[in-house]
């Protein structure tokens, strides 16, 4: 091996440990494509020793591989390839186009049933998406997948994820802690999605510098969103001023999407739900676009649907009796 005089490279933007991937696999595959090099990892940096020629074509594509890396968060040995090989560029599509995100461990995020697919169509197309299905049904966790490709690809700066703080029929009382602490036990089903979608690390950094964030309903009061990806979940546990608040936060270069399931609400009436209210009073509005997931979209346990089922026959039977009960009006 001819080396030169060698050159350390600077690993930014990126958590190496992560880039290198688990026992540094990944990087011992970038050493395998580059046998006439001597390839060290100091820290964020890697020391580079070779010909002159050859440690300038590796910082081109290893160069390539940090931007994919930066972009998509993913890395696989398929990915190491094309950025070795002449011709790729940084700027080329993910190699799957039906992947939303590639989410941590090598999880591939993708729509998984038509009316998820529907969602993402409907993205494309709409600043406003209501999302309406039974639990289960992928509804929040594509419409999150869908914000974090948005972070990615810079169509947006931040993403916030709100959510009504209801109790689910419980009664809890007193709960300890500073006000995050209280509120995190009603948001966990956002940061579990989050958790799937970002490097752990980054997604630390980013609730602390405010590129992602997750607040309770009330938090929203006065705020104007501009380049934003926000996303209201549970909303059938909001009223219709709530949900009226919620809409008008809409900045610039915002994109809402909201989401619920009508057959679970927890307020005390559930007449007071303006869900569904508001779908109605936005009906002919142009620029907002409606899913409706139904059972066949269930991805959970196959028991969830089943169970989904069981709970909509018995509500049909007391509905059929009560309509039989009542004595018709004259």
Do not use: W
Not at 35 to 59: M, T, W
Not at 270 to 283: H, N, P, V, Y
């Amino acid at each position: 091996m001819t080396e030169g005089v060698g050159k350390e490279i600077a690993v930014e933007g990126v958590d190496p440990r992560e880039l290198y991937g688990p026992q540094n696999a990944y990087l011992d595959e970038i050493r395998a494509k580059c046998p006439s090099l001597k390839i060290i990892a100091r820290g964020s940096s890697l020391k580079v020793l070779g010909a002159d020629q050859e440690v300038s074509r590796f910082e081109k594509h290893f160069g390539a591989l940090v931007a994919y890396y930066a972009k998509y968060g993913h890395l696989s040995s398929q990915v190491i390839d094309q950025c070795f090989a002449e011709g790729y560029s940084a700027a080329d599509k993910p190699l799957d186009k039906d992947v939303l995100v590639y989410g941590n461990n090598g999880m591939i995020i993708r729509a998984r049933t038509k009316n998820q697919q529907r969602l993402v169509d409907l993205y494309e197309k709409n600043d406003l998406l209501f999302a309406v299905g039974p639990a289960g049904s992928g509804k929040t966790y594509t419409a999150i997948a869908l914000a974090v490709r948005a972070l990615k690809e810079k169509e947006v700066r931040r993403i916030i994820l709100t959510r009504p703080a209801v109790e689910a029929g419980e009664k809890l009382g007193f709960l300890p802690g500073d006000m995050k602490e209280k509120l995190d036990p009603y948001l966990q089903p956002l940061y579990d999605a989050l958790n799937d979608m970002i490097p752990p690390l980054k997604l630390q950094k980013f609730i602390e510098d405010g590129t992602v964030q997750i607040a309770p309903l009330a938090y929203m009061r006065g705020r104007t969103l501009d380049n934003a990806f926000v996303i209201l979940d549970e909303a059938q546990n909001t009223t219709l001023s709530q949900i009226k608040m919620f809409l008008t936060r809409m900045g610039r270069n915002a994109r809402f999407i909201v989401t619920g399931d009508v057959t679970q609400i927890d307020l005390p009436r559930r007449s007071d739900s303006g869900l569904t209210r508001a779908m109605q009073i936005l009906e002919e509005v142009k620029g907002i676009g409606r899913v409706s997931f139904d059972k066949g979209d269930i991805v959970r346990h196959p028991l969830v649907k089943e169970i989904v089922e069981a709970f909509d026959r018995r509500q049909q039977r007391e509905e059929l009796e009560k309509s039989l009960i009542e004595p018709k009006k004259e």
